[in-house]
């Protein structure tokens, strides 16, 4: 059974940073790019940021490129997202996915397994 569960969401003052965890189990992470999507109340869930198997390739949206990090630690089955410099547009629930593919994609129907989420609140 494959899990997803993301934390470190939390409240931040804008201009503050927080620090995502995904830890991953059931699955063999090296065979998944891992992702983080965004879902901002009455809007659709979007894409963040990837990174391939290896974790030697990543891609952002052009809405974080330069202020958040994603990274991963295939040994701990672990997935993370630096956040820094965070605006009140940050403010979402930010999911974990993975997708069983080769390249980095950035669709979210692309995606096989999903987190539960966890909430992320910038505050001016």
């Known amino acids: 059974q494959v899990q997803l569960q993301e934390s470190g969401g939390g409240l931040v003052q804008a201009g503050g940073s927080l620090l995502l965890s995904c830890a991953a189990s059931?699955?063999?992470?090296?065979?998944?790019?891992m992702a983080w999507f965004r879902q901002a109340p009455g809007k659709e869930r979007e894409f963040v940021a990837a990174a391939s198997r290896a974790g030697d390739s990543t891609v952002y949206a052009d809405s974080v490129k330069g202020r958040f990090t994603i990274s991963r630690d295939n040994a701990r089955s672990m997935t993370y997202l630096q956040m820094s410099t965070l605006t009140p547009e940050d403010t979402a629930v930010y999911y974990c996915a993975a997708d069983e593919a080769i390249v980095v994609r950035r669709g979210r129907l692309d995606y096989d397994y999903w987190g539960q989420g966890t909430q992320v609140t910038v505050s001016l």
């Open positions: 059931g699955l063999s992470s090296n065979r998944y790019v």
